[in-house]
């Protein structure tokens, strides 16, 4: 893809401290609505849930208005200042991740979870859009790996932080404030504490100006209407359905472990929290960041090889060797082998990601980028945040009908999904070929 217009792209001094930023949102995006899962016997016992309510408390109250509200403030976002969008969001989501750790009622975390979602919900559409104005085609998807890197970041640190945070709160016994006759508790205490550094990342990235849009063949003078976007999916829908649904398909595992992880640890081989809060946190920064950096070298060694249709068929191949470690890793029957096979499956799981996110903004134009990168957000997080968590609470729940079963639970999904993925993108390979013509003008 090239654009059209002339503009240069800004320097990439400043490229690069707006990728710095938005890096650092992303972390705490994931950090803040992550947490929870460290939490799940506390809130259980606090507000007496089963598995499945929690799931619905963890995934669906996020989700609820998370990818509904991503639709129109991504319609926003393709024609007003993306980082006053961006920044509000950070804001919005900083302060509800705060007010959870007030909640003294389940309907009042549920309100506050379903706040964090839609603060949430401004950060992704905008921040592809941003980034591809940004960086250059060439350039594009190391830029999203980099991105993308804040998921493996922020999902281990909240495991790490989040369980070092909790056990120190914890041997506090909590805090008392006499003069307002309040008691919060270690759990409500770490929701309070993760909350606070968004609103410096919010006035750091205010401190940057809006960049210019960069066209590209098929963009006109204004964002496109809905109605156009409508018709653009359409036309290249096969494409649109091996990234996002491929993408969607896959989310399902990658979000069910942060939820169920380090209870399954618990559960299975007995490690409290903390100590698995610490290793799943360094495979998930360290195997997961290395992955996340690898994805975009080895699809540019495809590339580099004729295959046009590269970062999607990076994906496809990803999700198929995936079904094999992330099956057999709660299957095994020491701490030790699960977390070295989780390890492997982290690896992979983040190559995809942010390969599959160039792979999306390189077939959209560029004034449509917004909007259908919120489409992508908002098929991804229904599938995995609202599906990932409960799909496993349901087999544990409703087929094997014991908590003990929790790792068999981790398996089955693993084992349905992750080949439903490679043949979903590996349909879409064709039609992603000729999309990517069609907006370079070939």
């Known amino acids: ?40 016997g506390p809130i259980r016992e606090e507000f007496g849930l089963s598995d499945f309510q929690f799931s619905i408390l963890h995934g669906w109250s996020f989700t609820l208005f998370y990818v509904v509200l991503g639709l129109p403030i991504a319609w926003l976002a393709d024609r007003y200042s993306r980082i006053r969008i961006i920044a509000t969001g950070i804001t919005l989501w900083s302060l509800m991740t705060g007010l959870c750790g007030l909640a003294k009622s389940f309907p009042a975390l549920f309100a506050a979870r379903v706040g964090v979602g839609v603060g949430e919900a401004a950060l992704s559409p905008a921040a592809y859009s941003l980034l591809a104005d940004y960086f250059p085609p060439r350039r594009l998807k190391y830029a999203t790996a980099i991105y993308a890197s804040g998921i493996a ?29 309040l008691h919060i508790k270690p759990w409500q205490l770490t929701f309070i504490t993760v909350g606070l550094p968004g609103f410096l990342v919010a006035l750091l990235l205010l401190l940057v100006k809006e960049p210019t849009r960069q066209k590209t063949a098929l963009d006109g003078d204004e964002a496109a209407p809905v109605k156009e976007i409508i018709q653009y999916l359409k036309k290249h829908r096969r494409a649109y359905i091996g990234v996002i649904l491929g993408m ?17 640890m618990l559960r299975t081989y007995g490690m409290q929290k903390a100590e698995s809060g610490a290793w799943l946190g360094l495979i998930f920064i360290g195997a997961g960041t290395l992955g996340t950096l690898s994805g975009a ?107 003990s079963a929790l790792n068999y639970s981790m398996a089955l999904t693993a084992a349905i999904f992750y080949p439903l993925t490679a043949i979903i993108v590996a349909s879409g390979l064709r039609a992603y070929t000729e999309a990517q013509r069609a907006i370079v003008g070939d």
Do not use: K
């Open 1 to 40: 893809m090239t654009a059209v217009n002339n503009t240069p792209y800004p320097r990439p001094l400043v490229a690069n401290y707006v990728l710095g930023i938005l890096v650092v949102a992303y972390i705490l995006s994931f950090v803040d609505r992550n947490i929870l899962s460290l939490m799940v």
């Open 248 to 264: 969607s398909t896959m989310s399902v595992i990658g979000y069910g472990m942060l939820v169920w992880l380090p209870e399954f």
């Open 297 to 403: 070298p080895m699809a540019d060694w495809l590339e580099r090889r004729g295959y046009r249709d590269a970062n999607l068929r990076f994906v496809a191949l990803v999700a198929a060797v995936l079904a094999v470690p992330a099956t057999l890793a709660p299957l095994m029957p020491t701490a030790a082998g699960a977390l070295l096979l989780y390890a492997v499956a982290q690896f992979l799981q983040f190559a995809h990601a942010g390969v599959g996110l160039a792979a999306l903004q390189l077939i959209t134009p560029s004034l449509m980028r917004a909007q259908v990168s919120a489409l992508f957000v908002f098929s991804t997080n229904l599938f995995g945040l609202a599906l990932g968590g409960t799909c496993i609470a349901f087999f544990t729940d409703f087929v094997f009908g014991a908590d």
């Open 153 to 181: 970041i922020g999902s281990g640190g909240s495991f790490i932080l989040g369980g070092w945070l909790f056990e120190q709160y914890v041997a506090m016994g909590g805090l008392d404030i006499p003069a307002l006759g």
